[in-house]
């Protein structure tokens, strides 16, 4: 079996998102034979996206958006993109105060132009860090990976 490469990119501004990101991987970690990048979304770039088989997007809901760091990734990629019609699965985890739909639809939007296609319905996680969305987040790492490995997605 072919060893799976998954990309994590991610903006985060006061370290929530980062720590979500972080147990994103911890739950790959837990998947043999998968490789893994963790990456600020302002240091990603098209390269990442044609090394990995997945993708797994994380990013805070900023006034009622998705981060501007995880915009400019998108910003800066997307034409890029083009060329390869990537057609790549990918997960999304959004760390909000209190909502997180706005950046959860708006990344959806961005990303059927690459094009992307969803693992599963957006991991929206609300309030301050609690064990339980590092749980999810874990979760949905190792879901991704297993995932990936088994040739679901
Ligand atoms: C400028 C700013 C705008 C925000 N806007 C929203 C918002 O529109 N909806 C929401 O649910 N949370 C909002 N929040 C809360 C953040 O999404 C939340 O605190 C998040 O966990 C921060 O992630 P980070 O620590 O990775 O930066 C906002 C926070 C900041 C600083």
Same mark, same amino acid.
């Given at each position: ?17 980062? @720590? ?5 991987? !911890? ?18 770039? &098209?390269?990442?996206?044609?090394? %990995?088989?997945? &993708? ?30 990537? *057609? ?9 105060? *209190?909502?997180?739909?706005? @950046? ?13 296609? #969803?693992? !599963? ?11 339980? !969305?590092?749980?999810? %987040? ?6 991704? @990976? #297993?995932?990936?490995?088994?040739? &679901?997605?």
């Amino acid at each position: 079996m072919v060893a799976k490469r998954i990309v994590v990119i991610y903006h985060s501004q006061s370290g929530t998102t980062r @720590a979500l990101a972080e147990a994103v991987t !911890a739950g790959i970690a837990l998947e043999p034979g998968v490789s893994w990048r963790l990456l600020r979304a302002m240091e990603a770039g &098209i390269e990442d996206l044609r090394w %990995c088989d997945g &993708i797994i997007f994380g990013t805070p809901e900023n006034l009622g958006y998705l981060s501007g760091g995880l915009k400019d990734f998108f910003d800066r990629t997307y034409y890029p993109a083009q060329r390869y019609q990537f *057609n790549k699965p990918y997960g999304l985890f959004v760390s909000a105060g *209190n909502d997180g739909s706005g @950046a959860a639809a708006q990344l959806q939007r961005i990303v059927k132009g690459y094009p992307l296609k #969803a693992i !599963a319905e957006p991991l929206i996680l609300k309030g301050e860090l609690q064990p339980g !969305a590092l749980q999810q %987040c874990r979760d949905l790492g190792q879901a991704v @990976a #297993a995932g990936l490995t088994l040739g &679901i997605f």
